[in-house]
C-alpha cells in the first residue's frame, strides 16, 4: 500500500492483532445465534403447515389434502432439521474459519514483503557510502539471495530484484519456476512512488509485490510471491473443514435416526389409535407406561379425548333421536298451519276486493270535491272582477257628476260674460245712434264720413246683439242638457252602489260556500289517504298471509321470510337429516358401563381443567 508503515521482524505493530481477533471471535459469534435457529425453524414449520391447510381448506372445502410436511413421517422431519442445522453451522464456521485464515495470511504475507523491501533497501543504500561498486554488486546479490532463501525456509518461492532507473534487471535472486518479471506499466509505476505493495498480473499469473527505491544507486528493489503458494494452507484448511463436517453430518445422521426411531414408535401407535378412532373404534386406548414422561402425558390426555368422545357420541345418537321425534311433530304443526293459512287468504282476498272498490268510490269524490273546489274558485275570481269593473264605473259616475257640476258652474259664468256683452253691446248701438246724430249736425264731407263709421258700428253692435242671443239659446239648451247628465249620473252611482252592495253579499256567499267545499274537499282527502292506507295495508295482510301460505315468495334482500310450507319442508328434512345421523352415530362402537381414564367426573369440571393445567405445567416448564 502507498504511504503505508511497515513493521521490521520482530516489531509488534498491532496491526495484525486486530483483524485476526475479529476473525477468531466471529465463529463465537455465529454460533451463539444458530442455537436459536431450531425454534425459530420448528415456528417456521409449523406456520407454514397451517397457512398450507387454510389455503387448502379455503380452496377446496370438498376435499382434505395434506401439505408435504404431513407426508413426511415425524422422525425424519427430526433427521432433515438436524442435518440442515449441522450442515449451516459448519458451513458458517468453515467459512468464518477460510475468511480469517486468509485474511490473516494476506496481513502476514504483505508485512513480511514490505519488512523485507524495507530492510534489503536500507542496508543496501547504508553500504553504498562505504563500499566499491564491485563489492556493493556482491553483496548486494548476497542479501538478495538470503532473503529468497528466508522465505524458501517458509514453502514460499520469492523472486528478488533489483531494476536501474531505466527498468533494466541488475540483480536476481529465487527460483527460476516462480520468476517475476516486472511488466513495463508495473515499472512506470515504481519509479513514480517511493514504495509500495502492488498485485501484479503476469501471465495469467497474480504476484503479490512490494518495492523500495535505494537513493545511493538510484535502484529499485522489488520483491514477489506467487499467491497460489500462500494460499495453499488455506485450501489444505478448506479440505479438512469439509471432510470434519461430513463426518459429524454422518454422526449426527446416524444419532438422530436411532433416536427419532425410539421417540417416534409411541407416536406411530397412537397414530394406528387415531386412525381406527376414525373408523368408528372408540374403545382402544394408548399406553401410558414405559414410553417417557412426555408420551406418557400425552397417551394419557388421548385415552381421556378418546373417553369424552364416546360419551359425546351417546349423547348425540339421544340427541339425534329427540330431534328426530321434535322434527316429525313440527312437521306436522306446520302443515296444519298451511291449511290455516290458505283459508285465511280466502278471506283475506275478499276483504281487499271490497277495500278496493271502496277506495275507487272514495277516489270519485275525492275528484269531483276538487272539481267543485275549483268551480267555486273560479266564481269567486269572476265576482272579484265584476265588484271590481262596478265599483270602477261608480268612480267613473262620481268623477262626471263633478265634471258636469263643473260644467254648469262654467256655463253659468259664461251666462254673466254674456250678459256683460249685451251691455256693451247695447251701449255701443246708443254710441253709434249719439254718433248719426253729431254727424248729421256737422253735415259736409267731415259729417259724411263720420256718419259711415257710425253706421258700421251699429251694424255691429246690431251682429252682436243677435250673436250674444243665440249664444244665450245654446247655453240654455247645454245648462238643461247637462241638468238631465248630472241627474242621470246621479242615477248611475246610485245604481252602481247597490249593485256593489249586492255583488258584495253574493262574495260572502260564495265565500262561506268556497270554505265549506274547501273542508268538504279536506276531509274527502283524508277518507281518500285514510282509504289508501287501509288498502295498503290490506295488500300487506294479504301478501304476509300468502308468504305464510306459501302461494308467494318475499322478495329483496333484507330480512328472510319462511313461509308456513318452507317451515313443513325444512321439519322434513330437519327429520331426515336427524335419521341420517343416527345412522353415522350408529357406526362408532363405545364402551358400555365402562369409564375412561379421567371419567366418572359428573359435576366435576373444575377437576378437568385442573388435571389439564397440570398437564400443561408438566409439558411447559416454567
Request: charged share 25%; aromatic share 6%; hydrophobic share 40%.
Amino acid at each position: 500500500m502507498k504511504g503505508e508503515p511497515v513493521a521490521g521482524p520482530g516489531k509488534d505493530t498491532g496491526k495484525q492483532a486486530g483483524p485476526f481477533y475479529g476473525v477468531v471471535h466471529f465463529p463465537g459469534r455465529l454460533f451463539r445465534s444458530l442455537l436459536h435457529f431450531p425454534e425459530v425453524f420448528f415456528h417456521f414449520i409449523r406456520f407454514g403447515n397451517r397457512f398450507q391447510k387454510g389455503v387448502e381448506s379455503r380452496s377446496r372445502p370438498d376435499r382434505q389434502r395434506a401439505c408435504f410436511t404431513d407426508r413426511i413421517s415425524f422422525q425424519f422431519q427430526i433427521l432433515f432439521l438436524m442435518t440442515v442445522i449441522i450442515v449451516l453451522v459448519m458451513g458458517a464456521l468453515g467459512v468464518a474459519a477460510y475468511w480469517g485464515g486468509k485474511q490473516w495470511i494476506v496481513n502476514y504475507t504483505d508485512n513480511r514483503l514490505s519488512a523485507s523491501a524495507t530492510n534489503v533497501s536500507e542496508k543496501i543504500d547504508v553500504f553504498t557510502s562505504g563500499m566499491d561498486s564491485r563489492l556493493i554488486d556482491r553483496k548486494a546479490s548476497y542479501m538478495l539471495a538470503a532473503e529468497a532463501a528466508s522465505f524458501d525456509r517458509q514453502g514460499l518461492s520469492a523472486s528478488t530484484i533489483i531494476i536501474d532507473k531505466q527498468g533494466n534487471e541488475v540483480l536476481f535472486a529465487g527460483g527460476e519456476d516462480y520468476r517475476f518479471i516486472p511488466p513495463q506499466d508495473f515499472k512506470e509505476k515504481i519509479f513514480t512512488s517511493r514504495s509500495g505493495l502492488e498485485t501484479v498480473s503476469v501471465k495469467g499469473q497474480r504476484w503479490r509485490v512490494a518495492f523500495q527505491h535505494i537513493p545511493g544507486r538510484e535502484w529499485v528493489y522489488i520483491i514477489g510471491i506467487p499467491e497460489e503458494q500462500y494460499v495453499l494452507p488455506l485450501k489444505q484448511l478448506r479440505n479438512l473443514i469439509i471432510l470434519g463436517g461430513l463426518v459429524a453430518l454422518l454422526a449426527t445422521t446416524l444419532i438422530c435416526a436411532l433416536g427419532a426411531r425410539r421417540f417416534a414408535g409411541p407416536l406411530n401407535e397412537i397414530t394406528r389409535i387415531m386412525s381406527r378412532a376414525g373408523e368408528g373404534n372408540l374403545t382402544l386406548r394408548a399406553r401410558e407406561r414405559k414410553v417417557g414422561r412426555e408420551l406418557s402425558l400425552l397417551g394419557r390426555g388421548f385415552n381421556l379425548m378418546l373417553a369424552d368422545l364416546g360419551r359425546l357420541i351417546s349423547a348425540f345418537s339421544h340427541t339425534a333421536g329427540d330431534l328426530h321425534r321434535s322434527s316429525r311433530r313440527m312437521q306436522v304443526v306446520s302443515e296444519n298451519q298451511v291449511r290455516f293459512a290458505r283459508h285465511a287468504e280466502a278471506h283475506v282476498e275478499k276483504m281487499a276486493a271490497s277495500m278496493k272498490e271502496m277506495a275507487g268510490v272514495v277516489e270519485s269524490a275525492d275528484r269531483s270535491s276538487k272539481e267543485m273546489m275549483r268551480l267555486v274558485e273560479e266564481g269567486l275570481d269572476g265576482l272579484n272582477l265584476v265588484v271590481e269593473k262596478i265599483n270602477r264605473n261608480r268612480r267613473l259616475a262620481g268623477e262626471s257628476a263633478v265634471a258636469v257640476m263643473d260644467l254648469t258652474e262654467h256655463i253659468q259664468q259664461i251666462d254673466k260674460i254674456i250678459d256683460i256683452i249685451n251691455n256693451i253691446s247695447r251701449q255701443t248701438h246708443l254710441l253709434s245712434l249719439n254718433a248719426s246724430i253729431e254727424a248729421a249736425r256737422a253735415g259736409g264731407v267731415h259729417g259724411r264720413g263720420f256718419a259711415v263709421v257710425a253706421e258700421e258700428v251699429r251694424r255691429l253692435a246690431e251682429e252682436t246683439g243677435r250673436a250674444i242671443e243665440e249664444v244665450g239659446r245654446i247655453i240654455k239648451l247645454i245648462q238643461e242638457s247637462a241638468a238631465r247628465v248630472l241627474e242621470q249620473v246621479q242615477v248611475s252611482a246610485e245604481m252602481a252602489r247597490q249593485g256593489a252592495e249586492a255583488v258584495e253579499h253574493t262574495g260572502d256567499s260564495l265565500n262561506r260556500m268556497h270554505q265549506s267545499v274547501v273542508h268538504t274537499g279536506e276531509q274527502v282527502g283524508r277518507l281518500a289517504g285514510g282509504v289508501r292506507d287501509l288498502d295498503a295495508g290490506v295488500k300487506e295482510v294479504v301478501r304476509t298471509v300468502r308468504i305464510i301460505a306459501g302461494t308467494e315468495e318475499a322478495e329483496g334482500e333484507g330480512e328472510k321470510h319462511v313461509s308456513a310450507r318452507e317451515v313443513a319442508m325444512l321439519a322434513g328434512n330437519l327429520a331426515r337429516m336427524a335419521e341420517q345421523m343416527q345412522a353415522q352415530l350408529a357406526r362408532f362402537v363405545v364402551e358400555k358401563g365402562k369409564t375412561g381414564p379421567g371419567e366418572n367426573r359428573s359435576g366435576s369440571a373444575g377437576k378437568d381443567s385442573g388435571y389439564t393445567r397440570k398437564i400443561n405445567s408438566e409439558l411447559i416448564p416454567a
